[in-house]
């Protein structure tokens, strides 16, 4: 039965293979062959301009994606929060993994003042490559400036050294995952993620029944259940632009409580929800909370990005 080596696509930056080597190690656990195959990505070697201007939709996983078509891999493993709610013809989801801590951390630099120490109502520079955060930002503090900020983890971290910026902005599971997270970091629990953010997903071809089936003993249903619910109000509200959204659900009990968000680009405008379901009720509720959003102002937002991003 275990017959076929599964093998796994995988972007070659430090994150990617830690997280493709998890999936690894959990194949070979459940004693599957497998064996890796780092691929370069679009997303990783154009440094120079904003994810936004690429045609942001899949730049991390197109390359993958045709890998897998061609049947140079098998399954693909990603950062949820980079995949595109649609995906290609023919490549299905089979599995999300258990979901790692979904929070943004602003890091301040080694030679900073301690946190207590800046003071974040004098202009500041902020690093982030990220709408979603720069909106956030700049809502809370509009007296501040955001900077671009592109590459890989290790790159970003390295660029927050080379630059006289008072913080850069990080999802906090990335630097856990591969250990880069610093002592000079401070939580943001008061901005929303990506959706999906924190969670790791398999994807395979459609018609591989070996590879599904494999990866499908990999899935966590809870963190499947709220990154559907994310990735749902993300769809309905994006309708293919990019733009400054935020959502988390999570489970409390029989419930599931959703926050969700969207911001006009300078972070001026934003609107929010923030609502309650039971568990066995949550197909289509990211949805119903995106369709309130829209209903009450959404719809003029998301025509004025459109617009702005030209």
């Known amino acids: 039965m275990l017959k076929k080596t599964i093998r796994i696509g995988t972007r070659d930056s430090e994150l990617a293979l830690w997280q493709a080597n998890t999936v690894k190690s959990k194949l070979e656990n459940l ?22 201007e690429m045609g942001i939709t899949g730049i991390f996983t197109k390359t993958l994606d045709v890998a897998m078509i061609t049947g140079i891999v098998d399954i693909a493993v990603h950062s949820m929060k980079d ?34 120490g800046i003071d974040w109502e004098q202009p500041c520079t902020i690093a982030t490559g990220s709408l979603r955060r720069q909106a956030q930002w ?22 927050l050294k080379d630059n006289n910026w008072q913080g850069a902005i990080f999802a906090k599971a ?30 395979a071809l459609e018609n591989d029944e070996f ?30 632009c990019t733009a400054p959204i935020g959502a988390l659900a999570e489970i409390i009990g029989n419930e599931i409580l959703f926050k969700g968000c969207l911001f006009s680009l300078d972070g001026q405008s934003k609107l929010e929800i923030e609502r309650k379901v039971l568990v066995s009720e949550y ?23 459109k617009n702005q991003m030209g």
């Not at 004693?31 to 936004?52: A, E, F, H, I, R």
């Not at 700049?138 to 660029?159: A, E, F, I, S, W």
């Not at 509720?285 to 003029?300: Q, Y």
Request: hydrophobic share 35%.
């Open 31 to 52: 004693g599957y062959t497998t064996q890796l195959v780092p691929v370069k990505s679009d997303g990783d070697l154009v440094l120079d301009k904003p994810l936004y």
């Open 83 to 116: 995949v595109p709610t649609l995906l290609p013809n023919g490549i299905v989801q089979t599995a999300v993994l258990e979901r790692a801590s979904s929070e943004d951390i602003l890091v301040t630099p080694p030679f900073a003042p301690h946190k207590k």
């Open 138 to 159: 700049l809502h809370r503090y509009p007296n501040h400036k955001v900077v671009d900020l592109r590459g890989n983890v290790n790159t970003r971290l390295q660029k």
């Open 174 to 203: 990335g630097l856990q995952r591969i250990n880069l997270l610093p002592e000079n970091y401070i939580d943001l629990s008061w901005m929303l993620p990506a959706p999906a953010q924190g969670a790791m997903v398999i994807v």
């Open 211 to 240: 590879s599904k089936e494999a990866t499908s003993k990999l899935n966590h249903s809870t963190s499947e259940i709220c990154t559907h619910i994310e990735r749902e109000f993300l769809s309905t509200l994006e309708g293919g």
């Open 283 to 305: 197909k289509g509720f990211g949805k119903e909370c995106a369709k309130f959003i829209l209903s009450n102002g959404g719809s003029e937002l998301m025509s004025s990005i």
